[in-house]
Structure formats: structure tokens, C-alpha cells
């Protein structure tokens, strides 16, 4: 065991996504508003492309 308690893909999470600094956390809060505001383009578009079933 070398110790390192990450995957060698994810060796940077740590680093960016710190909740112990004030850079840590803010790229925290950026990425969750970020996640949601993608999902919620994703799905204003997605509705737009989609035809309205009518009712009959």
C-alpha cells in the first residue's frame, strides 16, 4: 500500500474540492449551482424540442 487513499484519476478532487478553505468550499457551491442549473437547461430545451401531446 503507497498510502495514497484516492484512485489515480481522482489524485486533483481533493485539491479543488477542500471544504477546510474558503476556495475549497466556494468550488464546492459552484459546482452543485452549476449541476443544477444544467439540469435545468437540459430539460427547458429539451422541452422545447418535444412535441405537447394534445388531448383529444
Same mark, same amino acid.
Given at each position: 500500500?503507497?498510502? @495514497?487513499?484516492?484512485?489515480?484519476?481522482?489524485?486533483?478532487?481533493?485539491?479543488?474540492?477542500?471544504?477546510?478553505?474558503?476556495?475549497?468550499?466556494? @468550488?464546492?457551491?459552484?459546482?452543485?449551482?452549476?449541476?443544477?442549473?444544467?439540469?435545468?437547461?437540459?430539460?427547458?430545451?429539451?422541452?422545447?424540442?418535444?412535441?405537447?401531446?394534445?388531448?383529444?
Amino acid at each position: 500500500d503507497s498510502g @495514497n487513499c484516492c484512485p489515480i484519476p481522482f489524485h486533483w478532487y481533493p485539491k479543488i474540492f477542500n471544504s477546510y478553505t474558503l476556495t475549497g468550499r466556494m @468550488n464546492c457551491v459552484l459546482a452543485t449551482y452549476g449541476g443544477i442549473s444544467l439540469i435545468g437547461l437540459y430539460c427547458k430545451l429539451r422541452s422545447k424540442n418535444t412535441p405537447a401531446v394534445k388531448a383529444t
